[in-house]
T-cell receptor, first 114, second 110 residues
Framework: AQTVTQSQPEMSVQEAETVTLSCTYDTSESDYYLFWYKQPPSRQMILVIRQEAYKQQNATENRFSVNFQKAAKSFSLKISDSQLGDAAMYFCATYPQGTYKYIFGTGTRLKVLA | DAGITQSPRYKITETGRQVTLMCHQTWSHSYMFWYRQDLGHGLRLIYYSAAADITDKGEVPDGYVVSRSKTENFPLTLESATRSQTSVYFC?????????FGPGTRLLVL
């Protein structure tokens, strides 16, 4: 079975500091995608970053970057220069190619302290 | 406006009643998805559709029915609502690799 584990229910970071959210996953598929989604209080799910498993280079999107360790099945999200607007729930997810099914983790609530 | 919309945004119903949640997208995406979000479970896939008239079950399909007569619409029906179906429901469209989510419908079953 495909699983995604986020072991940190809640994290806090000072404004302008850097924080890393952890995610591990388990899949038997060789081809898959990994995602981080942000869910602010509005509940809208917003795609933060996407990583294709066959690519060794870590994906980056402005202040957001990932550390993708394929052998360890680890996919952490680093947020640099944290801003108050980054406060949200963050969900890690995987999509094994050809299954049409996203598997989500249970989320990490990020608090940003002014 | 282009995008993906859901209606209603909030719904209160009673056990045993039929409820239909609507999802509409203007991008002409082939794929559409329904998820439910519960505390402690993240999002779980209920049903998905690869194209008009093609639907398939996800992780938690029991108690739900879907249809897709038009590419842009993907309604989700709870045929006889139960308290365990109290949840936030998200519709998404796109490709399997990239999904765009609607704003969600909060459903309370009394």
């Amino acid at each position: 079975a495909q699983t995604v584990t986020q072991s940190q229910p809640e994290m806090s970071v000072q404004e302008a500091e850097t924080v890393t959210l952890s995610c591990t996953y388990d899949t038997s598929e060789s081809d898959y995608y990994l995602f981080w989604y942000k869910q602010p209080p509005s509940r809208q799910m917003i795609l933060v970053i996407r990583q294709e498993a066959y690519k060794q280079q870590n994906a980056t999107e402005n202040r957001f970057s990932v550390n993708f360790q394929k052998a360890a099945k680890s996919f952490s999200l680093k947020i640099s220069d944290s801003q108050l607007g980054d406060a949200a729930m963050y969900f890690c997810a995987t999509y094994p190619q050809g299954t049409y099914k996203y598997i989500f983790g249970t989320g990490t609530r990020l608090k940003v302290l002014a | 406006d282009a995008g993906i919309t859901q209606s209603p945004r909030y719904k209160i119903t009673e056990t045993g009643r039929q409820v239909t949640l609507m999802c509409h997208q203007t991008w002409s995406h082939s794929y559409m998805f329904w998820y439910r979000q519960d505390l402690g479970h993240g999002l779980r896939l209920i049903y998905y559709s690869a194209a008009a008239d093609i639907t398939d079950k996800g992780e938690v399909p029991d108690g739900y029915v879907v249809s897709r007569s038009k590419t842009e619409n993907f309604p989700l029906t709870l045929e006889s609502a139960t308290r365990s179906q109290t949840s936030v429901y998200f519709c998404a469209s796109g490709s399997p690799e990239t999904q765009y989510f609607g704003p969600g419908t909060r459903l309370l079953v009394l």
